[in-house]
Protein backbone atom coordinates (compact mmCIF):
# COMPACT_ATOMS: atom_id res chain seq x y z
CA UNK A 1 0.00 0.00 0.00
CA UNK A 2 1.23 3.59 -0.63
CA UNK A 3 1.38 6.83 1.08
CA UNK A 4 -1.71 7.77 -1.34
CA UNK A 5 -3.84 5.37 -0.06
CA UNK A 6 -3.61 6.09 3.44
CA UNK A 7 -4.18 10.02 3.38
CA UNK A 8 -7.27 10.82 4.46
CA UNK A 9 -9.27 14.01 4.01
CA UNK A 10 -9.86 15.64 7.35
CA UNK A 11 -10.60 18.83 9.44
CA UNK A 12 -7.22 19.19 12.06
CA UNK A 13 -6.36 21.75 14.75
CA UNK A 14 -3.42 23.14 13.55
CA UNK A 15 -1.42 24.13 16.61
CA UNK A 16 2.28 26.21 17.02
CA UNK A 17 4.46 28.15 19.67
CA UNK A 18 4.87 31.71 18.54
CA UNK A 19 6.87 34.10 20.84
CA UNK A 20 5.79 32.16 23.88
CA UNK A 21 2.15 31.97 22.95
CA UNK A 22 0.70 28.70 21.79
CA UNK A 23 -1.68 29.85 19.39
CA UNK A 24 -4.70 27.64 17.78
CA UNK A 25 -6.57 27.38 14.25
CA UNK A 26 -9.68 25.04 13.97
CA UNK A 27 -10.79 23.25 11.47
CA UNK A 28 -7.78 23.44 9.07
CA UNK A 29 -8.49 20.98 6.09
CA UNK A 30 -5.85 18.57 6.15
CA UNK A 31 -4.72 15.12 4.70
CA UNK A 32 -3.86 12.96 7.34
CA UNK A 33 -1.95 9.41 7.40
CA UNK A 34 -4.29 7.29 8.68
CA UNK A 35 -1.23 4.79 10.30
CA UNK A 36 0.85 7.55 11.73
CA UNK A 37 -0.99 10.97 12.22
CA UNK A 38 0.86 13.15 10.43
CA UNK A 39 -0.62 16.06 8.46
CA UNK A 40 -0.05 17.19 4.84
CA UNK A 41 -1.01 20.41 4.28
CA UNK A 42 -1.85 22.21 0.84
CA UNK A 43 0.70 25.74 -0.10
CA UNK A 44 -2.90 27.84 -0.24
CA UNK A 45 -3.94 26.44 3.18
CA UNK A 46 -0.49 27.02 4.79
CA UNK A 47 -0.55 31.00 2.71
CA UNK A 48 -3.51 31.42 5.23
CA UNK A 49 -2.43 30.12 8.30
CA UNK A 50 0.43 32.21 7.77
CA UNK A 51 -1.88 35.10 6.81
CA UNK A 52 -3.81 34.64 9.94
CA UNK A 53 -1.30 33.93 12.32
CA UNK A 54 0.84 37.13 11.56
CA UNK A 55 -2.04 39.68 10.79
CA UNK A 56 -3.01 39.56 14.17
CA UNK A 57 -6.94 39.10 13.41
CA UNK A 58 -8.64 38.33 16.64
CA UNK A 59 -9.64 35.51 18.13
CA UNK A 60 -12.46 33.20 18.11
CA UNK A 61 -12.29 32.61 21.66
CA UNK A 62 -9.07 32.62 24.47
CA UNK A 63 -8.23 29.65 26.04
CA UNK A 64 -6.14 29.22 29.48
CA UNK A 65 -3.31 26.25 29.37
CA UNK A 66 -2.12 24.21 31.79
CA UNK A 67 1.76 24.30 32.55
CA UNK A 68 3.72 20.91 33.72
CA UNK A 69 7.60 20.49 33.92
CA UNK A 70 8.87 17.15 33.10
CA UNK A 71 10.82 16.23 35.97
CA UNK A 72 13.19 12.65 34.98
Request: cysteine-free; proline content about 6%; charged content about 20%.
Amino acid sequence: MNNEEQLVEKYVTYSLELNGKFILIENVPARVNEETGEQFFAPSTVMLLQKIILDGQEPKRVIQTPVYSYAA
